[in-house]
């Protein structure tokens, strides 16, 4: 990484400063303005201490694997326009003597790792094949989807603007691991516009054809890049969508009976499509997932023996590729998810971060928790579809990144998919709980 990138990091930050902006024009609402002006800073400067970190503290796969092979396909291709055919052809195809690095030999078999070095040669015909610079748009391509998450939720409840703020754009992990040549921005960004065009379609009935164009391209990208976050998100988002629908009716017997007919429907709809594409889906299938977790685990610990095993740690339960060991590590997973590494576990610059994060949302879900009560809480997931989807996906998602990593230095990166929506979960029951008590009539029964 020379000088240069230096010099022409303002200038690209200053482009996508007056692209945003005037996208920015559109926006009526002071506080839309505000918020997307905020995001675009801190996401544009996020990019340095990502790079920073990548090229001197820890070099690993954003910097060794996706960007010095995604570079080297651009110099390829500049060097014969013939090998263009890697932008295009699958990564198993790919000619393993043209590696820049022999040490990533065997990578490419993986069409998730291809698609990432494939993006960065695609961006390096106008980054020049700078790091910093192609990290910047790895940053943007995120903080597009990111926005579009955020718009989601604050369409729906405009007065918790600063919490959905905090939760989506100022989580310092997730910001920090959304700023980079890595697969977390690309399926960051996907999930906010899958997000934010089912919603639309769905919901506000309407650019059908826009919408489908952008689920059909993030949809494919989610796929190909951690297919399981698209079956571990998407049927949530669905049951919050057909509780919104129902949720429009005013007759509560057709309210009751139409949603369980729509949600009958989409569970079959959902175990028609897993068996049509099992063999596609894998490990992921149903039938093979406890059997790949242990061997992620497996995989993790044999990865980690040589030099990393001080960042490995335990859920304190033996898993043995069962269902019902599966439900007794459960608990333990789900706590490494969103509370581990705690302070004296982090080893590393790395896990230091996350562990200062993870403490204030232990400490503030025990506050939220305890204000609330189990009958509020039961309460508001009865009556509020959002909080009941992103529940659900935060708990599942959890659950398996929990039960499939015991190494916080992956941890870390891999839960930030469902941490913004665990703490949106966290601010619309403490958002609930105040309504109650400033008008016990919003509770019902509650």
Known sequence: MGFAEFILYPVYVALFYFLFSARRKNYNDPVLEFYHKQGFWIKA????PFTLFNTILSPGD???????EGANIFHLILKDASNIKWLYLPGPDFDQSLLKNSLNLGYF???NNYMVARVVA????????????????????????VWRLYRF????YPHLHKQFAI?????????????GILKDPLCISSMGWITYALYEVFYKKKDLLKNLVILTVFGFLLAVLKIYILIAYVPFLFLYLILKNVNLLKN???????????????????????????????????EGITEQIGKTRSSYRDKAAPGGGDSNFSLGVEFDGSLSSLLKMAPAAIIATFYRPFIWESRKISTLLSSFESMFIMFFTLYVLLKAGPIRSFSALRKDPVILYCVLFSLLFGLFVGATTPNFGSLVRYKIPCMPFYLIALFLLQDYTRKIKNNPAVGGAA
Do not use: D
């Open 167 to 179: 939760a989506i754009l100022y989580l310092p992990t997730f910001v920090f691991w959304s700023s």
């Open 109 to 111: 078999r993986a069409e």
């Open 122 to 145: 695609m961006l390096s015909f106008v980054t020049f094949g700078k790091y910093l610079i192609t990290n910047l748009f790895f940053s943007m391509i995120a903080f597009s989807g």
């Open 45 to 48: 400067l996020a990019v340095l």
């Open 62 to 68: 954003s910097f060794g694997l996706y960007y010095t």
């Open 252 to 286: 509560s017997f057709l309210k009751w009976g139409l949603g369980l007919v729509l949600i009958s429907g989409t569970v079959f709809a959902g175990q028609q499509v897993m068996n049509s594409f099992q063999e596609e889906l894998g490990s992921y299938a149903a």
């Open 153 to 156: 939720f604050y369409e729906q």
